[in-house]
């Protein structure tokens, strides 16, 4: 199947600072793509959906001006948790739409201080 | 009201059982469905999909779908430790799955035990 990587894998940064987190369809190009954030023993929650070359989707409830997404190619999306707090600690999973399936990414744990 | 609903388990079935997930949904119009697979702390791996009414078998899985009753499943033979995990079933309303988004359930939690 299509491989999907995020990068990093996990992160540690102090409250008030910005995190950026990269998703990248390896070997297929994805006019789509998908960020959803999981809680512990929760269920995956869609945030955005982010277009190439558009303005993403945001998700009722999600600032759109705190979860910035960039959409830049077809092979990148990039999510930036701006000004992170402790409750913005969470686990960050990245999909990529080929065709009629989408693929996720490794995830991204975050824990801000 | 959920769109995709599951029984959140856990479903415990001992070692080589079949192990039976289930799913119903609500839109009418959806098209095409799909099973993931997910370790705890892990992402979710697509296991399969179906567009189609009936059976359709990839190894040890076997998804069935039945659009009338709005109802999908996963049949899992032979279960492994191994197979331990939530079992995530997505629905997508396009025809095949282009433009629109997935709405993914809550997830069934599958043990299997020695």
């Known amino acids: 199947g299509a491989v999907v990587s995020q990068h990093p894998s996990w992160v540690i940064c102090k409250s008030g600072t910005s995190v950026k987190i990269e998703c990248r369809s390896l070997?297929?190009?994805?006019?789509?793509m998908f960020w959803y954030r999981q809680f512990p023993k929760q269920s995956l929650m869609l945030m955005a959906t982010?277009?190439?070359?558009?303005?993403?989707?945001?998700e009722q409830g999600v600032e759109k001006d705190k979860f910035l997404i960039n959409h830049a190619s077809l092979t990148l999306s990039t999510l930036t948790v701006t000004s992170a707090h402790p409750e913005d600690s969470s686990f960050y999973i990245c999909?990529?739409?080929?065709?009629?399936?989408?693929?996720f990414g490794p995830g991204t744990r975050l824990l801000v201080l | 009201q959920k769109e995709v609903e599951q029984n959140s388990g856990p479903l415990s079935v001992p070692e080589g059982a079949i192990a039976s997930l289930n799913c119903t949904y609500s839109?009418?119009?959806?098209?095409?469905f799909f099973w993931y697979r997910q370790y705890s702390g892990k992402s979710p791996e697509l296991i399969m999909f179906?567009?189609?009414?009936g059976d359709k078998e990839d190894g040890r899985f076997t998804a069935q779908l039945n659009k009338a009753s709005q109802y999908v499943s996963l049949l899992i033979r032979d279960s492994q430790p191994s197979d331990s995990a939530t079992y995530l079933c997505?629905?997508?309303?396009?025809?095949?799955?282009?433009?629109?988004?997935?709405?993914f359930g809550t997830g069934t939690q599958l043990k299997v035990e020695l």
């Open positions: 999909s990529a739409r080929d065709r009629s399936t989408q693929y």
């Open positions: 997505a629905v997508n309303s396009a025809p095949t799955g282009g433009g629109n988004k997935l709405t």
């Open positions: 070997d297929f190009q994805a006019t789509t």
């Open positions: 179906i567009y189609s009414n």
């Open positions: 982010s277009n190439e070359g558009s303005k993403a989707t945001y």
């Open positions: 839109d009418r119009g959806s098209q095409s």
